[in-house]
């Protein structure tokens, strides 16, 4: 499916938090991320239990919103399949890409790449 241009528009240089949520053994999880979004892709880094579920399954729903003074002012829900990409000359240009999105010069641990195979993408403007 490709993603359609208003959603696009909203969530590729939206700088907001995106929660990701994963499910193993029917117990969900859910997690906020750094992102950056490129042509049905939404990826992020990430580690520990969000990295563990992926890896056993892959499917996951991902939300995004922008707030202004307590009010939505658009909310965009992502369904898709998730790639966990571990080599660092893959890694490193995406993880610039996110962290430079949020102004952020922290220097960080090298994580792994996630990417979401974006399937199904809707979006509610308010």
Known sequence: MSVPTAVEELIAGARVSAHVAT???DRPHVAPVWYVYDDGVLSFVTSGRKLENLRRNPRVAVSI???EEGSVEWSV???GTATVVEAEDR???V???IFEKYDSDE??????LVE???RTATASVY
């Open 23 to 25: 499910s193993v053994d």
């Open 65 to 67: 919103e922008r707030a």
């Open 77 to 79: 829900t992502l369904l």
């Open 91 to 93: 890694v490193g240009p």
């Open 95 to 97: 993880a610039d890409r």
């Open 107 to 112: 220097d960080y641990p090298f994580q792994p």
């Open 116 to 118: 979401v195979d974006v």
